[in-house]
């Protein structure tokens, strides 16, 4: 079972990942109230921005990466 701090944190990361301009302080704060602190949400930011710029890297390249079977 996903706990709410989780689920929040997994919204954020979407909204953060989809349409960062839809990003508002009213986000920040649905991660306060879900018992996140600042390192975290640092965290959770830095992640999920390296995450899509590397995915963006690789998709403008034309890199394609190898799948376990």
């Given at each position: 079972m996903i706990s709410n701090k989780e689920l929040q944190g997994?919204?954020?990361?979407?909204?953060?990942?989809?349409?960062?301009?839809?990003?508002?302080?009213?986000?920040?704060?649905?991660?306060?109230?879900?018992?996140?602190?600042?390192?975290?949400?640092l965290h959770l930011v830095q992640i999920t921005s390296y995450f899509n710029f590397v995915n963006r890297m690789a998709e403008g390249l034309g890199v394609k990466i190898e799948t376990m079977t």
């Open positions: 997994l919204l954020f990361a979407k909204k953060l990942t989809v349409k960062v301009s839809n990003v508002a302080t009213a986000d920040h704060q649905k991660l306060l109230d879900a018992n996140y602190n600042d390192e975290e949400i």
